[in-house]
């Protein structure tokens, strides 16, 4: 992400029309945004640590995209055995099971803080289709969203 930002900038900074200015402060502040959440105060102490903390901070980054295991292999360049292997060991849980609770978490905020509709929830969240919205939810919180909305009603 910062590389693209980064040639973004060259970029805005030879093509000087009136609104590259603009343009490269923008790239610059998400050069920023990104590296300030991926500062952690967690001393790594080898190199698979260090994997599955990145591996949990783009989760929790992208977690509207569509993701698989196969991906994050391939993101950072390791077999889809070892990733699973990694991230389990730090966190006791597959990736594609912390990145259902990421979704989750994401989907109950939405729930109490908007009046937006489960159908778009759940898609803003990252869930391809509302029958396995349903069934996450309700395996993680153990009502439906409906129920979870009830009882947080917006005030």
């Keep these: 992400d910062i590389k693209l930002h980064l040639k973004k900038m060259l970029f805005e900074q030879r093509n000087q029309d009136p609104l ?20 952690t105060s967690v001393t790594y102490t080898d ?20 993701i698989t295991t196969k991906d994050l292999a391939a993101l950072f360049e390791i077999s889809v055995r070892y990733v699973n292997e990694i991230f389990k060991e730090r966190f006791k849980m597959t990736p594609m099971q912390y ?6 978490e994401r989907a109950k905020v939405l729930l109490r803080e908007t009046d937006k509709d489960i159908v778009t929830i759940c898609f803003e969240v990252g869930f ?8 996450a939810f309700k395996n993680v919180m153990g009502i439906s969203p409906n129920k979870y909305r009830g009882m947080h009603p917006l005030s």
């Design 20 to 39: 590259s200015t603009y343009a490269i402060l923008t790239s610059l502040m998400n050069v920023l945004i990104t590296l300030e959440r991926s500062r």
């Design 47 to 66: 190199a698979n640590t260090l994997r599955a903390e990145r591996m949990r901070s783009y989760l929790e980054t992208h977690y509207f995209k569509d």
């Design 99 to 104: 990145l259902n609770n990421v979704r989750i």
């Design 128 to 135: 391809e289709n509302i029958s396995t919205f349903y069934r």
